[in-house]
């Protein structure tokens, strides 16, 4: 992240990219820009002149403020409204109203006579010309072809629709607007129907219960032969009847009390979100909570005071004094909330505040209507026990009579209810008028193929340099030598990009210090051999030299057999030790068998002449790894290699040992304490800076000698142009024919 946030500093200020470096990266990169522009703006002509010829229309609808209806959204005053016709923008573009769109299209496709023109709604060319899609289908489709938008600074909303056809265009759109129009009427009686349809269900169910009840009394009656009971058990029968019809009720009204509520609060919640916490807060309230408990209890307490006559008992003064008492807990209660509204709609309009009201109130009915519920069950359950002492057949036959005629009264409240609601309904009107109908365009609205081919030329030289400056941005390899001297990192040399000739065989390939003496790569090794030999003084030369790279395949092996060969070029007796036990590939260069090897002379089972091979007598020799052992950094920390060692370094003038890479295991690590010197490999364009660095200060944390850093496989040619002047007589040279161009990895 340190270095993505420096290179990030570094191109926003300029320092390290000026325009000749976007030139030189433009020209190295020259071939891809024209591909890369080439070929977007070719995808975006064909693409142009694939595009079918698309039909737009539309139609115009007005909205009206929905005063008549507390329950809907709106307030008359601008803000109010945009939000309003922005919800009925998303009602027009959801699910449920393009499937009741694409309904009314196939019952239009179902009786028209121009179904060749329906192109949407069509099966298609494959199956019968008169056979449409899938109901999903379309109301997949006509989410891609229908829009709504408000009209700016009006109550109106364009409905479009596009199609191929311009016929099918002007179709859906004013069928849109006829199916958005009866959603918005559905959604303004949303309330009502509801209320509706519980009361209707309650009905049936209520109707289905009594005929049930009556057939039970009439089989009990015809059975035991019992038509009437006692003038005592019919009082109580009675009284408890009529607990059970209010009971009944109670619970019917705290129903629709929770539906009513249930919908106050959704259309609460669209105009305001925070006044609904606010209100729900407020409202349970301790203070509040204790009124509202208290006058509730005392409704009940009134009402079965009244409900239970007693001959020649006067209630009148009792059923005052409890007038009294809840109309002083009404006036507390109301200050109460008084101070609610004050405090939480003064902000709001009108429309908001009424009914912010109305939940209020139907928050207070509804917990009054559950505590009354409680009290009436609580003296049901009273004078059923008084009952269960009458007789047995008296009991059976007045349960029955109780069941029938408690029943009967919750039927007729409840059907009166649902004709109310009904009437109620029906009365309640829609919000929005269709003002303008869609009409058959005479031309497509797009494709603008001109623009979009002028487009894509400019797009495909947009991308190409956008692709060459993005992708040098995240290249955070090291290219050329002054990325490895910037890190303050010792450097000795750069191995240029190779060309042999086509016939060189794979051994020669690997070598080629002694068989491509004139090469440019050979004068890098001469180089680098050098400037190891200068790194302590004439005498001083390095005698064991540990060849390592920060990772795999950056040609760790083919600088180590090349920097062997440049020693044995100048007559010193070299020997390149395989000591990458975990994949070794000396003996593979070689063409031999890895055994016997370095491991299997450690192990004691062969002696040092039998593992020393020869290359070049008297001046190069190889050891290969040997039988690839289960813990290479064991046997390379034992005591048996650092014998090893000391024992062939009477026998050579220098020894390069070729590890793993130091990053990856710590093989290297190790051999770096038992050598003179270490040079760390990495290639051009794929060892990643951050991975050198770590590489070189695995190196220098162990406190060994670190002869340097060697740039493998440098293509000098994309890379500043002094290293191209300086190699450019080797390019030109004679030898350039019948070469071809390879890539070394280790």
Known sequence: MDNLNFNIEKYLHGNTKSAKDYLLLVRNNLLKVIIISIFVASLVAVYAYLQVDIYTSRSTVKITEPNQNVLATGSGQRPDIDRFIANEIQIIQNYNTRKNIAQALIDSFTISNNKDLLHLISAGEDQNSSSHKSLEHITGILGGVVSAEQVTGVDVINITAQ???????????????????????AISRDKLTKVREFLEKQSEEKLAELKMAEDSLTKFQERDGIIAIDVQSAGMLTELSNLDAQKQTTKMELMTSNEVLKQYKFFLNKQDPKLVDFLENETSQAYISVLQQQLAELQVERDLILSVKTPNVDVSNKVKDYDQRIEDLKNKLNSAISSIKAEGFSGN???????????????????????????????????????????????????YQRERES????????????????????????????????????????????????????????????????????????????????????????????????????????????????????????????????SRGENELPKVILVT???????????AFNLAGSFAQSNKRTLIVDCDFRRPRIHAIMGTDKKPGLVDYLAKKVKLEDIVRSIRPNTLSYIASGTIPPNPAEILESQAMKNFLLEIRDFFDVIILDSAPIVAVIDAEILAKQADGTVLVVESEKTENRLMKDAVDLITNNKVPFLGTVLNNFKYKSGYGYYYKYYYHYNNSPDKKGIKRFKINS
């Not at 005479?442 to 992708?471: D, E, H, Q, Y």
């Not at 440019?520 to 680098?528: C, G, K, N, Q, Y």
């Open 549 to 559: 790279s920060a990772a795999e395949h950056e040609g760790k092996t083919f600088i």
């Open 349 to 399: 309009p009108e429309q908001v505040r009424e009914l912010a009201r109305r939940t209020i109130d139907e928050e207070i009915r509804n917990s009054t209507l559950s505590v009354r519920l409680e009290q009436l069950e609580a003296a049901t359950a009273n004078y059923e026990q008084q009952l269960k002492r009458l007789p047995k057949t008296s009991t059976t036959l007045s349960q």
């Open 163 to 185: 199609s191929t056809s311009a016929f099918e265009a002007a179709l859906i759109a004013n069928v849109a607007a006829l199916e958005y129009q009866k959603v918005n009427l």
């Open 407 to 534: 029943i009967q009264q919750l039927y007729l409240l409840i059907n009166d209810r649902y004709q109310e609601a009904m009437i109620n309904e029906l009365s309640q009107s829609g919000n929005v008028v269709i003002i303008d109908t869609a009409r058959v365009p005479g031309a497509p609205s797009k494709p603008n193929r001109r623009l979009m081919i002028i487009f894509g030329i400019f797009l495909g030289v947009a991308v190409s340099f956008g692709f060459i400056i993005i992708k040098d941005f995240f290249d955070n390899t090291v290219k050329t030598p002054e990325d490895i001297e910037k890190n303050d990192i010792s450097f000795l040399s750069w191995v240029p990009h190779c060309k042999l000739n086509g016939k060189t065989s794979e051994y020669e390939k690997e070598l080629l210090t002694l068989y491509e003496q004139n090469a440019p790569v050979s004068e890098s090794f001469r180089a680098i051999r050098a400037r190891i030999q200068h």
